[in-house]
Each structure stands twice: as C-alpha cells, then as structure tokens.
C-alpha cells in the first residue's frame, strides 16, 4: 500500500455502485461547544437551541441542538466519501429531522447510493445518495437524499446503466415527525421573540428579514471546519486563487444557516425545522459579501393530533448585498434575480395559540 | 398581520412609554462553549474564570463565568427592543454584580423605562432604562442603568414630559455585592499571576498594561454574535459601507473584553467586577485596530466584614494604535488624547494578604 | 511597589538562575468548548478526540482532548515567564505525552529552569526549561524540553557559568507512555477513516497529505488566545507593524496543528501522540498562507505487552503556498526548499491489525 493510496482522494464517479453502502468516518460527540460556536458565527437566536429552562418547560430534557448545526455535521461527514470530486452539489430532497439532539449524543452517518447517471460528455456523471445521520443508539435523526456532479476519474470507464431515484418534491404533511412527547402549550412568545404563531401566518405571506450579515473569511471556514466538511473549495486559497472566482468559496451550508438566523426577525417561533423539500444555491457567496434574506408561507398543515403545534412550508430565499425589502427571487421559472445566492424550500413548526 | 409588523423594526422613542417593563427575548442557557470562545476572542486570563480547581478553593461550586461575558450576554438581549434605532449609546451607571452564574445557568433579561427626553430637535430622545439580568431561579445576576439616543419614528408624535432619573455617579462600596460563602484565604499567587494583592495598591496609583491587542472583524463580530447582540452596525457591511466611516464599528463592549483582559497584567488578582460606576466609548474602534489598556486606582474601600478581600475603584482607559505608557487620557474634562476610545469606572474585587 | 513592576515585563536571561522552579499562572480547567474550538480553527478529524462512543469503546471514560492542543495550553502557559523576551525559539525535545486529558480536567503548568549559555555578544543567552504539565490530581500529562534565546536586560549582568543539558535527540521507544487499562481491539476503521494501520506502514515510506489549508488572522489568534499565550508577536500589530515582516506570525504551534489535522488524510488510524522527539520552525507563517504537510515514516517499535497498538516514527513537514506531492524538504543538512515551515519529528500510536 503506498502513500498515495493511504491518502484519499476521494471517490469518482465510477467508483459509486447502485445499492452500495458507506459507512462515513468519524462519528462525532456534539457538546455545549459545537451549540456556543454555532451561535458565535451565525447569531442564531431561536428559543428552543438557546435555553435549556425553555426547553424543559415543552417537554424536552434539555436544549436541542439547532437543526441545520445538525444537519450540517452529518453532511460533513459524508463530504470525503460523496462529493470530494463534486464538480456541482445539484440539490437536496427528502429531508426530514426524525428525532432531537442533545449535547452528548454521538452523530455518525453512513450513505447509500441510489441512483446514477453518466452525463453525454463522459467526463461526469450524477450520483444520487441517501445520507442518513445517526445518533449513538443508532436511531435516525436526520436523512435526505443529495444529487451531485461528480468527476470521472477515467473518460473511458464503462458506465452503469443510468437509474435516477424519484423524489418527492416536496415532503407531504402526513410524513412530517412533530416532536414526540413534547406540548407547546406553555412556550412563551415573550421569550420567543416573537407574538406570531402558525395561526398569525397566511398562506402567500412575504416576510422581509429586514437585517444583513457580512461574513468573513476566517467565519464560513471555522463554521465549515467544525463540521469537518473537507470541500477544498472552503479552504485553500492556494487552489482558489487558480479559479475563475480567484478565491475560496462560501460553503452553502453557512448561507442556510445565516438566512435561517436572519429569519428569526420575522419567524421567531419557527422553533423546529420538520423538513427540507428543496434547496438551490443559485449563486455563490464569497467572504465580504452580506447576506439579506426573505421568507414566503408556501403552505400551512395542521398536525394529526396536535393542538400545541402546526407545520408551516416556507420558500426562504437569501441574497448578497441587496436587501429584501423588494423581495427579489425567481424572475421567470428557474432565473433568478441576480442578487439571490440561495433557495430554500422547507417546513417548520410553529406552536399554535 | 403583515411581514412588515412580523419582522421587528426596534422600538422608536415614541413606543417607549415612562415606567414600562419590557421582557426580552431569547433567555441564553450559557455553557463552557461561552467560557472557551470568551478566553479564544479575549485572551481572558483571570484565574477565578479559568480553574474550576482554583474556584472550588474558595468555596465555588465551579469555576464563575467572567463577569464581563455575563454583562454582554444581558445587554444583547436588550438591544432589539431598546437600541436598535438608537442614535448613540449615551452612557451607563449603577451596574452591579449580585450572584455568580455557572455554566448552566439561564439568564433572562429584562428592562423598565425610568426616564425619558425628547430633545429640542424633535428628531430623537433620550431613553434611560434599568436593566436587569435574572438567572433560571429569578434571581438577580447583573443590573445596570443605561440611556441612549433614540430615533422617533414620526417627528409629530406628541412628546412625554421630560423625566431624567437620579442616578449616582459612583455604586457606594456599602452598595457592592461581596460573594457570599466565598473565603479567599486559600488564594494562590501563584496560580492567579500576580503577587500583588489589595493591600498593595495605592490610590492614583497608574498602571501601563503594556500589551496590545489586535482585533479583525470575524474576532469581534463573532463575540457580538455570541451575545445576540443585533446592533446593526457590528454586522452589515452593506449599510456601513455607506455610513462616514464606511465600515462596520466594533461593539463597544468587545472594547471593554479586551481592554479588561489586557488589565491582566497589572491586575493579576482583580478578579471579580463588583459595580460598573460610569462608561464611555470615547472613540469608535474598528477591525484592524490595536487596543492598548491602563488603569488608574481612584479608590479603596474595605469590605464590611471581610478580611479576605477588598474593593478597589479603577478608571480604565482603553487606547486604539497607541501604547499607553504615556498613560493617555481626559486632557481636559471630558476632552480626550485622539487616540483614546474607552473611559470605564468600576469596582473591582481583590484578595487582602 | 510601583505600577510598572505590578504589570510584568517577563523575565530577561539574568532572571533566570540554574535550577529555578517556576510555577507558572493561570491553571485552565478544559472543556467542550476548547475541543470545539480547536476542531473549528484546525479541522481536526483524529477520531478518539471526536467520538465519545468510539472512546469508550477502547476504554476510555470519555473522549480524550487533542494531544496537541493540550500541549499549546500547557505551552501558553510557560510564555510569560519564560519567552516574553525571547528572540528565538530554537528547539524542542523530550516531549511525552503522560496520560489522557478530559474535559473537566484542571492543567497547571510548571517550568525548571535546567540549562543556561550566554552568548558570545552578551546580549543574549539560551535558555533550557523542562516545562511539566499536570492535572488537578497533580499528575504529569506532558512534558518536555525547550530552549529559547531570551534577551538580556542588561548587558553588562554578569553571566552565569555555561550549562546546557544532554538531551535524547529522539525518545527511545520503551520510554513512550502507552495508554494504560486501553484496547484498541474494538477499533473501527471505517469510523477512524483510514485501513491503514500500524502493520501498514513501511519505515522510509513517504505520504503527501494532499489538502491544503489556508489560515487567516482571526484564526491563529483566536486559537493562540485560547491557550493563553501572550507572545506579542502573535497579536499586536501596531507592534508587528514595525518589524522586518511588518506583520503578525503566526504561533508556530498552530502551524503544528494545522499540519498534524492535515495529516488525518493518510494517517487517519494515528490516534494519539507519543513524544515529540524534535521540531523545528524552519520559517515564519502568516496570515493568508495555506498549510500544506507531508510525512515519512522514520521509525517503527512494538510496543512491551501490547498486541493492539503499535508506535511510528513520523517526520512531518508543512509547507506555505506549495502542494506537498513532490515532498519538498530538507535539501542539505538543516537547509530547506524555502517553502518548508515546519519540521516536526513524533511518535504516534496506531492501532495493530
């Protein structure tokens, strides 16, 4: 075995097998640490990842960790075994959060292939995975499936017959998993930050976020570190400045999470994600840029057997340097305004009156 | 209900009504993350906020989170419904110490109007509040006066009669919170970095920091988030790019950190803050900018029953790219050298041999 | 006592007498948060630092912190007294890492002072220390062996008779301190992301780490705050600013990190450190820079009684802005290809098949 091999380049296209499963490395113990961190370079504020009394008084046996920190440690982990040749993450389906986390618990996450399809060019072909992130009793807490542009590592490999997955747009209400054992009824909107519940919230509603964030360099790339996602792209400007943007690229995770902060001026109460139907990073964002962002009610669900709480799908769509207050989005099916970096479809819970 | 009322634009003066009492959001269970990102952004090193061991000698149950981290925590919460259409930050008075929080605690903070001018102008008003920072027993950790310039909305508003609270100008050493069950008898020099105790100094005696330190904008944007502190002009590039000084101003609280932290060495044994007497961000610091720190004693008191430890009144003056062995500082009342940001009057505590 | 001798200057080659004991300040109890913070700012990925599961597993109570970052806090610790005036850092030796460090732990460092020279221009002298880091049960974690050019104060203070100790240019292998009441027997490779192990390594055989990792200000500082060293060159600018360089260095020691998270790709299975036989800083770092390492195999030893673990005996060698695939190096003894930075000779431990 010589050097070469022990150091790992990552997977190519024609490694990925149809039905194939990988076990990615380095499960990970999530702390009050990963929690402070993720609050220091996002200023998350939503109630229910900030104070452990609040979240005891619902129900939960401590302050869970915030869904997109947890969604993010998982992709991490998949990133040295899916998307290291990537040349385009292409979109996100199916995601659903299945159960809390807390402090202590250990993240792994194991990936199986479910789909691939050569492009015409031979160079590239899209791999299609079900990642799933799993805490130390091996119980779900998070799975979605992903679709990337990956790199052939030879334009001659033979390639497997193309088998692409059908996916749900959009994750249906019923499938949704509202907290288990937990009741709204004694959430505070003082404390929330915000006296708008799932009822205030109209189908069709726009919210601008009103705030922007700059982000710098040494941010996206310590929040992007903490998740040991390994993308070079974040973090070596050596590389970088050999590109046509010069310079390292934002990982669009710190985009979803810095609109999804922005979006507490506006959805104070969306106090959990239930699901990610979609997401787009339609532009890239690099560090100096400032991040706007607005919100629009897509639909609003009720929860089979819950008066505490209801499910809200949101369109959240983020820009650089251009504040929101003219909502400027999709202009016509699939253009965007130029200043939109991000596209994101999901549901939220929200406690009810 | 509109996006627009969803999204909070911050309170005007006018919506500040004499004697309200505003609860404010998003009560912050803190952890060691806080701690290890507080000493990472600051370079704290007081022993009592570092050594559990060290804390545990004197009788804590555990290592006390810094005081200063304590106040910032409680003053962002304030700052979306008190400050975000502030003008200017005009001053502080009468902060005190009450009790310790440990990693676990909650703080929740709230505020009550106790003054309010409108000035000549018509254009904004003085607010004065008192706020207080409660633990997750509804005890009273921190609190403090503080008054800012704040916008009106609509320059016809009819204004309230002017009423300015008495505030005193320095917290009487009667009036300091000693820690209670605490003995420092068993304290370490050794340990804590400095063999000079409250015995040792001398009122007017003037003390050069030596050591500068360097702040860029991820280290006190970072810290600021970590705060929820919303102030907008710490965060959004795109609106401060347009501003005089076209870039972001730091939190003036990240001028206090560092500048306490610097005191380090010179005030080894400082270490608990008993009262905040008076503040003044003399001057806007920004990223780049190198923060020099001395300290001048204006005052000792000892403590009512306490052989262990002492008060000591200290004026500390913050510099920006000036070393301040030359101890810069008012040269005349209230005019400063140009290259001073920072007045702050406050009470320390020290041990007495 | 003055304010000038209250604020300390750090101890000058005179201060130093053969055989001094010096107790150095500022115990730190470690946390969750210090682990999350070095995971942030390095990228580390070694997975006994990570997975509490995975470290019970072998039989530890919990997941040990990075060997290497409590080497930087017990190092932090020994700069004020002992390299605040020091020119030169010129080596390192005789490291041994003792036993693990968990979070909660209490480390006090303390220093002997074991060899001084002055030299020939009486303006400067070596200094030898063995520097000692312990637990709250007053137990050695790490020591090791330093020696620092450190300026005179004075130079016509008479010089103390020449000593330098004899030093083990490598720590045998029956000296390494193998972690005791543990088996790697239950070692997940697909967790630890490597299968390569112990038994897989060839002496001579040489791996390029491939990734390479670009530091900025905010980055090192923030890590070298963390540890509490207060060498001026790492964070005053205004200072640094008049320097040859005109800039801030980087702490060498996170060159030091940066290389050894890098080397994860290659050397996943090398859990834990040994010894630091020697290191070297062959060349400043800065901000802007991008780390690049690769490593050759000096050494292999059994180790007494163990069939799950092994050790190696590792070069490691981090470049700025240069890719490691053509193993730049040492050209002729002690004269290397100019983008080396860092020449770093360890002992780790790998899991045996």
Redesign the interface.
């Given at each position: 075995?010589?050097?070469?091999t022990?150091?790992?380049?990552g997977n190519f296209f024609e490694d990925f097998k149809l039905g194939a499963h990988i076990?990615h490395?380095?499960?990970?113990?999530v702390?009050?640490?990963?929690?402070?961190?993720y609050?220091?370079?996002?200023?998350s504020?939503f109630?229910l990842g900030?104070?452990?009394?609040?979240a005891r008084a619902v129900g939960y046996a401590d302050?869970p960790l915030d869904d997109v920190l947890v969604f993010h440690l998982v992709f991490g982990k998949s990133v040295?075994d899916i998307s290291l040749n990537a040349v385009a993450n292409l979109g996100y389906a199916e995601c659903r959060f299945h159960r809390p986390v807390f402090?202590?618990d250990?993240l792994?996450a194991d990936s199986k292939v479910i789909g691939l399809r050569e492009n015409s060019n031979g160079e590239t072909g899209t791999v299609w995975v079900r990642t799933t992130g799993r805490n130390?009793q091996d119980e779900i807490v998070v799975d979605w499936v992903r679709w990337v542009m990956v790199n052939k590592r030879d334009k001659g490999a033979p390639a497997p017959g193309p088998s692409a997955p059908k996916l749900s747009p959009v994750v249906a209400p019923e499938h949704l998993i509202a907290p288990q054992g937990i009741d709204f009824a004694k959430w505070s909107d003082?404390?929330?930050?915000?006296a708008?519940r799932w009822d205030?919230y109209a189908v069709g509603?726009?919210?601008?976020?009103?705030?922007?964030?700059?982000v710098?360099?040494?941010?996206h790339?310590?929040?992007t570190?903490?998740y040991?996602n390994?993308a070079?792209v974040h973090?070596?400007?050596?590389?970088a400045g050999n590109t046509r943007f010069k310079r390292?690229l934002m990982y669009g995770g710190h985009v979803i999470s810095t609109a999804r902060a922005l979006s507490f001026?506006?959805?104070?109460n969306a106090v959990l994600i239930g699901a990610i139907n979609a997401g787009r990073h339609v532009a890239p964002c690099f560090a100096?840029d400032?991040v706007?962002a607005w919100s629009q009610v897509l639909d609003k669900a009720a929860l089979d057997g819950r008066k505490d709480l209801g499910a809200l799908r949101l369109r959240t769509i983020a820009t650089k340097?251009?504040?929101c207050d003219a909502f400027p989005g999709e202009i016509v099916s699939g253009k965007f305004d130029p200043a939109v970096i991000l596209d994101l479809d999901y549901w939220v819970f929200m406690p009810r009156r």
């Open positions: 075995m010589s050097g070469m022990k150091a790992f380049a076990v490395a380095t499960p990970r113990t702390t009050e640490g990963d929690r402070a961190l609050i220091g370079l996002t200023g504020r109630l900030c104070s452990a009394q609040a302050a040295p402090a202590g250990t792994a130390q003082a404390h929330s930050g915000s708008a205030d509603e726009r919210i601008d976020h009103v705030d922007g964030m700059t710098e360099e040494a941010e790339a310590t929040a570190r903490l040991q390994t070079k973090f070596n400007q050596h590389l390292r001026n506006g959805l104070g100096g400032t706007f340097n251009q504040p």
